[in-house]
């Protein structure tokens, strides 16, 4: 197993310009998240999907577009980057059973500078 | 929302010293969940605690969990240079985890040879 893995590593772009940050995970969890992580202010939840076709947001949805089509895959795209979106990006994912989630399995981070 | 305290937020400590990282919880704890982060990777579990009193191990390394305190520890026993890193606690709030993980903000662990 591949566990989560994310595309690209790293990434820099200019203000304004769009992009699509890649998750995918081969565990088949149903729930999948998206953290970023930042100096001082940890990680924060900025959406969460607990199966195809449904998303939520997390704490700090503003700016993000998620969408969850497969169990596979949950892309995070950035519409018009701004530099308050420099940072380290996070996926994750988690089985569930019962309703209950587990521990989530985090995968190697995006980082991204915005110019 | 509920807010996550770790402390100390940085640690130096010689190899084959014990030591010990907390992690308070402003809210009930449903779930507590321990990590460590290598400087710029991702985040690798260590320890997951769902019971109060419940307390787990692997390794050199023990978690526990105090519920009436709302509160974790982590203890490493002996410790290694491998053991330095970013250590983060996470807690499920909503009692099923479907709303992810508040996380707080991290001990930095130093091992000095």
């Known amino acids: 197993n591949a566990g989560v893995t994310q595309t690209p590593k790293f990434q820099v772009l200019k203000t304004g310009q769009s992009m699509t940050l890649q998750c995918a995970q081969d565990?088949?969890?149903?729930?999948m998240s998206w953290y970023r992580q930042d100096p001082g202010m940890g990680l924060r939840l900025i959406h969460y999907?607990?199966?195809?076709?449904?998303?939520d947001q997390g704490e700090v949805p503003n700016g993000y577009n998620v969408s969850r089509s497969t169990t596979e895959d949950f892309p995070l795209r950035l519409l018009s980057a701004a530099p308050s979106q420099t940072s380290v990006y996070f996926c994750?994912?988690?089985?569930?059973?019962?309703?209950?989630?587990?521990?989530?399995?985090f995968g190697p981070g995006t980082r991204l500078t915005v110019t | 929302s509920q807010e996550l305290e770790q402390s100390p937020q940085s640690l130096i400590v010689q190899e084959g010293k014990n030591l010990t990282i907390n992690c308070t919880s402003s809210?009930?704890?449903?779930?507590l969940y321990w990590y460590k982060q290598k400087y710029g990777e991702g985040l690798i579990f260590l320890m997951m605690?769902?019971?109060?009193?419940e307390e787990k191990s692997h390794e050199k390394i023990t978690a526990k969990l105090d519920e009436k305190k709302q509160q974790s520890s982590l203890h490493i026993t002996a410790s290694q240079p491998s053991h330095a890193g970013i250590y983060l606690c996470?807690?499920?709030?909503?009692?099923?985890?479907?709303?992810?993980?508040?996380f707080g903000k991290g001990t930095h662990l130093i091992i000095q040879p």
């Open positions: 994750a994912s988690s089985y569930s059973t019962l309703g209950l989630y587990y521990e989530q399995y």
């Open positions: 565990m088949n969890h149903e729930y």
């Open positions: 809210k009930t704890l449903y779930g």
């Open positions: 999907s607990v199966g195809a076709g449904i998303t």
């Open positions: 996470g807690a499920d709030s909503s009692g099923g985890g479907a709303d992810g993980l508040t």
């Open positions: 605690l769902q019971k109060g009193g």
